[in-house]
């Protein structure tokens, strides 16, 4: 990755459901808004932000592992996010947990990436300037 900028189209297909483009090398993927406003076909924006903000810590922790030379045979996260109304009534995204699982064998690197990874990621930094994130790891035995 390098510093610039990135691009994505978003385009109205019907009612609440959108066409979310990339560019011409990436599939396009949909959104929807959930019933009664959209047909709840797709996830909504807000579910995408959790999905990118979990996909971005794995991200994350892997590279920092595999910089280590260490493997991560696997690795999953679950993410909530709290949705409040503000003073003025309207829907925000208060709080997100992010609960991770990875499987590892080598817990000494382990332990130096837990220190550092989150650093890294660059969307739940960047979220983080205005929703907080608190991130949980529950390390997974390799069986």
Do not use: W
């Amino acid at each position: 990755m390098e510093e610039g900028e990135f691009h994505t189209r978003v385009c109205r297909v019907e009612e609440y459901k959108f066409r979310v483009s990339f560019n011409n090398k990436i599939e396009d993927i949909y959104t929807d808004e959930p019933e009664p406003l959209g047909k709840g076909e797709y996830p909504n924006a807000g579910k995408l932000l959790a999905a990118a903000v979990g996909n971005c810590l794995c991200a994350s922790l892997v590279f920092c592992m595999e910089k280590s030379h260490a493997e991560v045979p696997s690795i999953s996260a679950e993410v909530s996010a709290k949705l409040e109304r503000n003073e003025h009534g309207r829907f925000r995204i208060t709080h997100m947990l992010v609960n991770m699982f990875p499987q590892f064998e080598d817990t000494a690197r382990f332990d130096r990436c837990r220190q550092v990874f989150e650093d890294f990621c660059i969307v739940t930094q960047s979220v983080r300037a205005g929703i907080p994130v608190d991130v949980q790891i529950y390390p997974v035995k390799k069986s």
